[in-house]
C-alpha cells in the first residue's frame, strides 16, 4: 500500500455530491440508511464519470486497487462504510477505488475504530501507510510496523498477505 493524493473534482461533481448529503441528512432518523442506499443504486453514472475518473487517475498504477495494488480497481469504496454513516455516502473524501476482492470479499463493512471512534484502518489518501506497514520483497508479506494497531488491523481487513499477493509481490 502506498500513499495516494486526493485529486479535485469537478466544481459540479461536488455540488452533486452535497445536494445527495443533503438528501440524505434531511431524511428522518431511521430513514437516513434506506434513503443512503436508495440514492446510490440510483446514482447518475454520468454525473459520477468525473468522480470515478479522478480516483482512476489517483491510484497507484493504471486503476489499480488503492489497497492491495494487485488487481483491477474496478469498484468505488466506502472507506466508512455506508451502513455505519450513511451520510458519508456522497462525500468525496470518503471514496476509495478497490478490486472487488479487496471490497467485497475482504473489507466489506469492516471498520474498526479505537476508542475515541478514530479509524484503524489505514487511509492511504489520509494516512503514510509507510508509518504502518513494512513490505518483505523476500516473503512478500505486509507485516505492521512496532506498536501500528492500523498496520495490524488493514492487513486483516484488506487481505493484504494473501498468498496470490505475497507471490506477486516476490516477483
Known sequence: MVSIERQEIPRESLDYLERKTREIASADDGQQDETAKRAW????????????????????????CMYCEDSAGAHIDHFEPRARNPARTFDWSN???????????????????DGSG?????????????????????????????????????????GLNRELLQAARQN
Open 41 to 64: 443504486r440510483n446514482r447518475s453514472d454520468a454525473r459520477f464519470r468525473p468522480i470515478r475518473d479522478a480516483l482512476q487517475r489517483m491510484c497507484p498504477g493504471i486503476e489499480r
Open 118 to 158: 478514530a479509524p484503524l484502518l489505514i487511509d492511504p489518501t489520509m494516512d503514510d501507510p509507510a508509518e504502518h506497514l513494512t513490505l518483505s520483497p523476500t516473503t512478500g508479506r505486509f507485516e505492521s510496523t512496532p506498536d501500528s494497531v492500523k498496520g495490524v488491523e488493514s492487513i486483516q481487513a484488506f
Open 95 to 113: 471514496y476509495l477505488l478497490a478490486c472487488s476482492v479487496c471490497n467485497s470479499n475482504f473489507k466489506r463493512s469492516a471498520f474498526p475504530v
